[in-house]
């Protein structure tokens, strides 16, 4: 009797207080959903350089807009402080801004002495007319890009809490020299080293959680091995070449094990690997095959695909229990899920009608929707670190490319540079 | 000359379908989102029916002429407190077919904004039938009603002018009732607002005085945060929102600001306060302290 009293009062006071709680007023949609921002171009201290204001000026533009949260005031309408080189909240013209309707404003300068590079950038609150964040970077002139996806990054953390993941890497798959090879680049395209020489198919990277290494597969021997590999040095493992599949390796959150797939025994299934390529664990058994693990941020769960019950779907296997819920129940085609960095969703691509788009679902099973659309088959969707944005690679053009988006599915963009066919990406932290 | 004619239009047609297939870009995502909501609806539960009766009819000069049921919402008149009469059920009926095409999902939409309408009463059932009758008006409403013959139509509109007239006839005589009545208030004492004090005059208010003066300003102070809260895409989510409490001293001067359930992200809650600092004062004095709560709660559409 007490119990049902304590469980009347928690249900009354806990649950009941908000969730039906009818406010006067409620407002469902934001008048504005980005930030008016003023943004004139960066002024030189020294001597004027084309191609490193060019830089600035595309970098810039790429990441604030990528973002999602700005709207930058067109250049055209700036008054004269924008041409001034003022950088600290006692100098800027804050009511110029103002009148334009900026909310933020962003303002650097750099100079360049021969090729060493110095670079101011400040970030204002034009509304308290305070400096919310700047740094000053000093390196080579090559630095640029990266000083400016860095500075982005501090925009979003000053902003949000979260700090941004535009100065990352995006591991992904080349065809660029004849073979399928491995590479690395800036998150835009730029910036792109080729980590592997197989001459032979590579394929399906993935980065340890700290993003020093890469887990992926290769048929170097012919068949499809399992490797690691510095992202630093040359050093290379062969971790798993057991008969028949190694593929589509996962590290798990703590960077300790792996999740992938093995067919030693005939039948595709997934298995816990050390990093070291030992067995720790057979994690399903089902007729089906079993692919494509990808983790739950806690590591407690793994979401993959399975044929067991006739066409590809999603399903959800709890690591404690071992219980397998089935995830999707709608389509003929399910592939590759992606579970994100919050939790909140799980990415999959869906082949329908020919094509193949990303739909995107709670962990739950609710929610399901695509976040692509149209021709072109949209695959391998692979979320940054920060969870705001997804890579994946889209064949509209003939051939694969690697894309971004944000998480919504909106401001998708090529980001591949080189030539050939690029694809399976890998978003790494920094 | 013929073979000159269907040669150019083959050229067009060919020009026409180049352009069209040679569109390889992504296809944005269309979405509209047609405000449903934000129409000058008082808060019904306050007011009572039959005093509505009264209240909704004094249209100072009602342009209804007996033609048609086309009259727009504009015939409500500006000092009445307004707890939603018939008129404005009306429109309604009119712009929801045009939604039902527009928006991608409306059901959606429509059911969110369903418990905030009132019951039509018998009238406007009519009326809504007659609007989803028309032939204008999209077969998706159809379905439910069977057709009506052009004289039952007819008869309808005949039924409907006819109570229109009724309707003005009546309003004659209240709003010279509702003349007498201001003339009684600003000459017993000017208090600011005629419109706040006929609210409370008038239409009882179930849960108290406050909030019934309140009714007045909700759809002003809605408006205004609105446009002015920023809020990015990235923070639309599910599980984010924010309950605040707004105060006002009878001046119409905010009091205070208090966050009565944050919504766990900094950001988020940032956003909200910024545009809540921007609203200092009501546009008049209500008269009286005004306590409001007021949830953000964006939806995240698909």
């Given at each position: 009797?007490?119990?049902?009293?304590?469980?009347?009062?928690?249900?009354?006071?806990?649950?009941?207080?908000?969730?039906?709680?009818?406010?006067?007023?409620?407002?469902?949609?934001?008048?504005?959903?980005?930030?008016?921002?003023?943004?004139?171009?960066?002024?030189?201290?020294?001597?004027?350089?084309?191609?490193?204001?060019?830089?600035?000026?595309?970098?810039?533009?790429?990441?604030?807009?990528?973002?999602?949260?700005?709207?930058?005031?067109?250049?055209?309408?700036?008054?004269?402080?924008?041409?001034?080189?003022?950088?600290?909240?006692?100098?800027?013209?804050?009511?110029?801004?103002?009148?334009?309707?900026?909310?933020?404003?962003?303002?650097?300068?750099?100079?360049?002495?021969?090729?060493?590079?110095?670079?101011?950038?400040?970030?204002?609150?034009?509304?308290?007319?305070?400096?919310?964040?700047?740094?000053?970077?000093?390196?080579?002139?090559?630095?640029?890009?990266?000083?400016?996806?860095?500075?982005?990054?501090?925009?979003?953390?000053?902003?949000?809490?979260?700090?941004?993941?535009?100065?990352?890497?995006?591991?992904?798959?080349?065809?660029?020299?004849?073979?399928?090879?491995?590479?690395?680049?800036?998150?835009?395209?730029?910036?792109?080293?080729?980590?592997?020489?197989?001459?032979?198919?590579?394929?399906?990277?993935?980065?340890?959680?700290?993003?020093?290494?890469?887990?992926?597969?290769?048929?170097?021997?012919?068949?499809?091995?399992?490797?690691?590999?510095?992202?630093?040095?040359?050093?290379?493992?062969?971790?798993?070449?057991?008969?028949?599949?190694?593929?589509?390796?996962?590290?798990?959150?703590?960077?300790?094990?792996?999740?992938?797939?093995?067919?030693?025994?005939?039948?595709?299934?997934?298995?816990?690997?050390?990093?070291?390529?030992?067995?720790?664990?057979?994690?399903?058994?089902?007729?089906?095959?079993?692919?494509?693990?990808?983790?739950?941020?806690?590591?407690?769960?793994?979401?993959?695909?399975?044929?067991?019950?006739?066409?590809?779907?999603?399903?959800?296997?709890?690591?404690?229990?071992?219980?397998?819920?089935?995830?999707?129940?709608?389509?003929?085609?399910?592939?590759?899920?992606?579970?994100?960095?919050?939790?909140?969703?799980?990415?999959?691509?869906?082949?329908?009608?020919?094509?193949?788009?990303?739909?995107?679902?709670?962990?739950?099973?609710?929610?399901?929707?695509?976040?692509?659309?149209?021709?072109?088959?949209?695959?391998?969707?692979?979320?940054?670190?920060?969870?705001?944005?997804?890579?994946?690679?889209?064949?509209?053009?003939?051939?694969?490319?690697?894309?971004?988006?944000?998480?919504?599915?909106?401001?998708?963009?090529?980001?591949?540079?080189?030539?050939?066919?690029?694809?399976?990406?890998?978003?790494?932290?920094? | 000359?013929?073979?000159?004619?269907?040669?150019?239009?083959?050229?067009?047609?060919?020009?026409?379908?180049?352009?069209?297939?040679?569109?390889?870009?992504?296809?944005?995502?269309?979405?509209?989102?047609?405000?449903?909501?934000?129409?000058?609806?008082?808060?019904?539960?306050?007011?009572?029916?039959?005093?509505?009766?009264?209240?909704?009819?004094?249209?100072?000069?009602p342009p209804a002429p007996e033609d048609k049921p086309k009259p727009e919402?504009?015939s409500?008149?500006?000092?009445?407190?307004?707890?939603?009469?018939e008129p404005k059920s009306q429109p309604k009926a009119q712009s929801e077919p045009k939604?039902v095409k527009?928006?991608?999902?409306?059901?959606?939409?429509?059911?969110?904004?369903?418990?905030?309408?009132?019951n039509p009463t018998p009238e406007n059932k009519q009326e809504v039938r007659l609007a989803a009758q028309s032939p204008s008006a999209p077969p998706a409403v159809q379905p439910q009603q069977p057709m009506l013959s052009a004289a039952e139509i007819e008869n309808l509109y005949k039924q409907d002018t006819q109570e229109r007239i009724d309707e003005i006839r009546q309003?004659?005589?209240?709003?010279?009732?509702?003349?007498?009545?201001?003339?009684?208030?600003?000459?017993?004492?000017?208090?600011?607002?005629?419109?706040?004090?006929?609210?409370?005059?008038?239409?009882?208010?179930?849960?108290?005085?406050?909030?019934?003066?309140?009714?007045?300003?909700?759809?002003?102070?809605?408006?205004?945060?609105?446009?002015?809260?920023?809020?990015?895409?990235?923070?639309?989510?599910?599980?984010?929102?924010?309950?605040?409490?707004?105060?006002?001293?009878?001046?119409?001067?905010?009091?205070?600001?208090?966050?009565?359930?944050?919504?766990?992200?900094?950001?988020?809650?940032?956003?909200?306060?910024?545009?809540?600092?921007?609203?200092?004062?009501?546009?008049?004095?209500?008269?009286?302290?005004?306590?409001?709560?007021?949830?953000?709660?964006?939806?995240?559409?698909?």
């Amino acid at each position: 009797m007490k119990y049902m009293l304590v469980v009347l009062l928690w249900l009354v006071l806990g649950s009941g207080t908000y969730g039906a709680f009818a406010a006067d007023i409620e407002i469902t949609t934001p008048g504005r959903t980005t930030i008016p921002t003023g943004q004139p171009e960066f002024l030189p201290l020294g001597s004027i350089d084309p191609e490193v204001e060019r830089t600035i000026a595309e970098v810039l533009a790429h990441d604030l807009d990528l973002s999602g949260m700005f709207e930058i005031i067109s250049r055209e309408a700036y008054l004269d402080d924008a041409r001034n080189l003022t950088l600290t909240s006692a100098e800027v013209d804050f009511s110029q801004w103002e009148l334009l309707g900026a909310q933020l404003l962003i303002k650097g300068a750099y100079q360049l002495k021969g090729e060493q590079l110095e670079l101011k950038v400040r970030l204002f609150d034009v509304d308290k007319r305070r400096l919310l964040t700047g740094h000053n970077y000093k390196g080579d002139k090559g630095d640029l890009r990266r000083m400016l996806h860095r500075f982005v990054d501090e925009i979003l953390e000053t902003l949000t809490g979260t700090r941004g993941t535009f100065d990352s890497n995006i591991a992904f798959i080349s065809s660029a020299t004849g073979n399928k090879e491995l590479y690395l680049s800036d998150i835009d395209g730029h910036n792109v080293r080729r980590v592997t020489n197989h001459r032979n198919l590579v394929l399906n990277p993935d980065f340890s959680p700290e993003g020093r290494e890469l887990v992926f597969t290769s048929y170097r021997e012919d068949n499809p091995d399992l490797y690691r590999r510095s992202i630093f040095s040359a050093a290379e493992a062969h971790i798993s070449a057991r008969e028949g599949l190694n593929i589509a390796a996962r590290y798990s959150p703590n960077g300790r094990e792996l999740a992938v797939t093995l067919s030693k025994d005939g039948n595709a299934e997934l298995y816990l690997l050390g990093a070291n390529g030992k067995i720790h664990k057979r994690l399903t058994n089902a007729w089906g095959i079993d692919v494509d693990p990808s983790w739950s941020p806690l590591g407690d769960r793994i979401a993959f695909v399975s044929n067991r019950h006739g066409n590809p779907h999603v399903f959800i296997l709890d690591l404690l229990s071992a219980e397998v819920e089935r995830l999707t129940r709608n389509g003929k085609y399910n592939a590759t899920p992606a579970w994100s960095p919050n939790g909140d969703w799980i990415l999959f691509t869906r082949l329908e009608e020919g094509v193949f788009n990303i739909y995107r679902i709670r962990p739950d099973g609710t929610d399901e929707h695509p976040i692509t659309f149209g021709a072109g088959n949209k695959e391998h969707p692979r979320w940054s670190p920060d969870g705001r944005f997804i890579a994946y690679s889209n064949d509209i053009s003939g051939e694969k490319r690697l894309y971004i988006m944000r998480s919504d599915g909106s401001g998708a963009r090529e980001v591949s540079s080189l030539p050939g066919a690029t694809s399976h990406p890998a978003w790494g932290k920094r | 000359m013929l073979a000159f004619s269907v040669l150019l239009h083959v050229l067009i047609l060919v020009y026409v379908s180049g352009v069209l297939f040679n569109q390889t870009r992504e296809p944005e995502r269309l979405s509209y989102k047609v405000n449903l909501i934000n129409k000058p609806v008082a808060q019904p539960r306050l007011g009572r029916p039959d005093v509505q009766k009264q209240v909704e009819n004094p249209a100072p000069k009602p342009p209804a002429p007996e033609d048609k049921p086309k009259p727009e919402p504009e015939s409500v008149p500006k000092p009445s407190p307004k707890p939603k009469p018939e008129p404005k059920s009306q429109p309604k009926a009119q712009s929801e077919p045009k939604a039902v095409k527009k928006v991608k999902k409306p059901e959606k939409k429509q059911d969110k904004s369903a418990p905030k309408k009132v019951n039509p009463t018998p009238e406007n059932k009519q009326e809504v039938r007659l609007a989803a009758q028309s032939p204008s008006a999209p077969p998706a409403v159809q379905p439910q009603q069977p057709m009506l013959s052009a004289a039952e139509i007819e008869n309808l509109y005949k039924q409907d002018t006819q109570e229109r007239i009724d309707e003005i006839r009546q309003q004659k005589g209240t709003s010279e009732r509702i003349e007498r009545l201001k003339q009684q208030l600003a000459t017993d004492k000017r208090t600011s607002s005629p419109s706040t004090t006929v609210a409370s005059g008038r239409v009882g208010s179930v849960g108290g005085s406050g909030s019934q003066a309140g009714v007045d300003y909700t759809e002003w102070i809605k408006g205004y945060l609105m446009e002015h809260w920023t809020l990015p895409r990235t923070h639309w989510k599910k599980e984010l929102y924010i309950i605040v409490e707004l105060r006002f001293d009878p001046q119409g001067r905010r009091r205070s600001y208090r966050v009565i359930r944050s919504s766990g992200d900094s950001y988020f809650d940032q956003s909200v306060e910024k545009a809540v600092t921007k609203l200092d004062k009501l546009p008049s004095p209500p008269g009286k302290e005004l306590s409001l709560s007021i949830k953000f709660d964006p939806e995240e559409m698909y």
